[in-house]
């Protein structure tokens, strides 16, 4: 069983999109905020939401990792289009330093860049049927390096964390995102710089979870101004 961690909130009301004979293009994913009942993502790139089928129930100003099928692109450079799957991540500032006290695992599946946000998706392990809100922060911990953005991704789950001990058919698999804004944290004078992120993660050895070191997860591409 897993879960998807995330708030639902009322249905955005959508514009009145144009219908013509257009072939759609199916699967594309880019990740922005909700302007006006569109999408716009961290490039500038409009797009007009016409149809949703998620269940999210997006609002204007919400933070945005959807997937959609193209309908048509317009005369103005924008796109209507179907949303057929959408998430609304934790969205908030890379820091300097933080007060976060825990250090839990949790892995990263998934992790990109778009304009300055950097976009995780990350698996957890929490018990079932937990209330639980848990902490994220992305912390720098390599301040003084000026050619590589060194980031250490902490989670305080409050006790709600499988440590091994426990019977396992208490707990289930979560899944979370997470938008994270490096642009503070870029060097002054620096266009551009690569990025690498550690998290304390779990792994699965011989049927048994269990803790593991400090991995190093490497996002290909660097963030930009």
């Known amino acids: 069983m897993r879960k998807t961690l995330a708030i639902l909130a009322a249905a955005l009301l959508l514009p009145s999109c144009a219908k013509d004979a257009a072939v759609p293009v199916g699967d594309v994913t880019t990740a922005g905020f909700v302007r006006e009942a569109a999408l716009v993502d961290d490039t ?3 797009f007009n939401i016409c149809e949703d089928s998620s269940d999210a129930g997006l609002n204007d100003g919400d933070r945005v990792i959807a997937t959609f ?23 908030k500032a890379a820091v300097e330093e933080s007060d976060i006290e825990g250090d839990d695992p949790i892995s990263i599946d998934n ?19 937990s209330s639980t809100v848990h902490r994220l922060e992305l912390v720098r911990y390599s301040p003084g390096e000026t050619d590589t953005l ?8 409050y006790g709600d964390v499988f440590d091994g001990s426990q019977n396992p058919s208490g707990f289930v698999a979560g899944t979370t995102w997470a938008s994270f804004d490096l642009k503070e944290l870029i060097p002054s ?7 690498t992120i550690r998290s304390r993660r779990y792994s699965e050895r011989l049927g048994s979870i269990d803790y593991t070191s400090t991995e190093l997860y490497s996002i290909k591409g660097k963030i930009s101004l």
């Open 44 to 46: 500038g790139q409009i």
């Open 189 to 195: 004078g620096k266009k551009e710089i690569p990025v």
């Open 150 to 157: 060194r980031l250490r991704l902490r989670h305080d789950a």
């Open 111 to 129: 992790g990109w860049i778009s304009g300055t946000y950097l976009n995780l998706r990350m698996h957890l392990i929490l018990k079932n049927s």
């Open 69 to 91: 099928d193209i309908l048509r692109k317009n005369t103005d450079g924008s796109y209507d289009i179907s949303i057929t799957d959408a998430v609304k991540p934790l969205c």
